[in-house]
């Protein structure tokens, strides 16, 4: 039948459906004068829905406290369709996660500390060390993912996900014409509980200027060749959270961080922070009173250059509060052991109200 003006049809179109989170912060620092400070972490608004049954789409944007700059400004960082007619094989085109490390796709409130573990932050796209503006993990591309050999209960054991990306990070064109390609795969051998290994082959660009070692100065595009993978493991359920995961990274960054034109412009290699680095995390969160009151700490551990010079490492412990689903509190300890400060010990403090809606 045709639509009349003014009416919607629902096999065409679903319903959108609007969501979003805010997280305040409260954090304290006591290193060398000391600080400390209110702060809005992050603020994000998303809306998503259904086409023609098989796809789905997702908008979502997000704001920080501090709008002064590129990195910090308001900014879409999801766009997407996905095809998912079959489970063995779903179609994601647009912005979003890259297909790197088990804790990089987790919604911040469910990972449960007061902010993703080093090595994911530096070597999955958050605030990376090629020197990208803040992307939170995302990129633009084509991704294809699937479950595969499900058991007697309908349950995957294996599932695995592929990608090409520009490699610049969120809402950014190619500089190079050359691709990442970033996968994944893992087995579930037991509810709850996965294995999974991920390679990352790529490069980051920029077209801009620098001075040579004689003080010449040039101008062209810069590519940065980048060789990553991660080796990951988890176990959780409603109340338990067990996870592990190490990265390796091999390639270098720029000098500065993308936040404006100007940086984007300046393509000087950082040769001096090397072109190794590594990290592990080892997290448990476990219910103290069940979907209510939870116990947590983290082992985090990031070495920049590769080496036990210049690591820091974050001890954590801290309780997470549910007054509902939709409404939480966590609070944490950190004492910080940093290798490339002249003072290698401070401690912090953090405490943030999670609101979903």
Wanted: proline share 3%; hydrophobic share 35%.
């Amino acid at each position: 039948m045709p639509i009349r003006a003014g009416e919607t049809n629902t096999a065409i179109i679903g319903k959108p459906k609007f969501s979003g989170y805010i997280i305040g912060q409260y954090q304290a620092n006591f290193q060398g004068s000391n600080s400390n400070t209110f702060s809005l972490r992050m603020a994000r608004v998303s809306v998503g829905g259904r086409i023609l049954g098989d796809f789905e789409y997702k908008v979502q944007g997000q704001i920080n406290g501090n709008t002064s700059t590129l990195g910090e400004s308001p900014r879409v960082v999801d766009l997407f369709v996905e095809w998912q007619r079959y489970s063995f094989a779903r179609i994601k085109v647009g912005q979003f996660k890259r297909p790197f490390t088990f804790e990089n796709p987790m919604h911040p409130v469910d990972q449960g500390f007061m902010g993703y573990s080093q090595n994911v932050q530096r070597l999955s796209g958050f605030n990376d060390r090629t020197g990208e503006q803040a992307s939170n993990g995302r990129d633009i591309g084509i991704q294809i993912q699937g479950d595969l050999l499900p058991n007697s209960s309908g349950r995957a054991l294996v599932h695995y996900q592929i990608g090409v990306f520009n490699g610049q990070g969120i809402n950014s064109k190619d500089a190079d014409n050359r691709k990442d390609i970033i996968g994944g795969a893992w087995v579930m051998p037991a509810k709850g509980l996965r294995i999974g290994v991920f390679g990352w082959t790529g490069s980051h660009a920029r077209d801009g200027h620098w001075t040579d070692g004689d003080g010449k100065e040039h101008n062209g595009t810069v590519s940065l060749s980048q060789y990553r993978y991660a080796v990951s493991a988890e176990y959780k359920d409603e109340d338990w959270q067990l996870r592990s995961e190490y990265i390796h990274s091999t390639g270098y960054g720029f000098k500065t961080t993308k936040q404006d034109s100007g940086d984007a412009a300046d393509a000087t290699v950082n040769y001096a922070q090397g072109n190794k680095a590594d990290g592990i995390y080892a997290l448990c969160i476990a219910p103290i009173i069940r979907q209510k009151l939870r116990a947590k700490a983290r082992y985090d551990l990031y070495r920049k250059s590769g080496a036990w010079t210049d690591s820091r490492t974050q001890y954590e412990i801290g309780l997470n509060y549910l007054f509902s689903k939709n409404l939480e509190v966590q609070a944490e300890y950190a004492f910080i052991n940093d290798r490339s400060l002249a003072e290698h010990n401070y401690s912090m403090v953090d405490v943030e109200l999670s609101v979903r809606f």
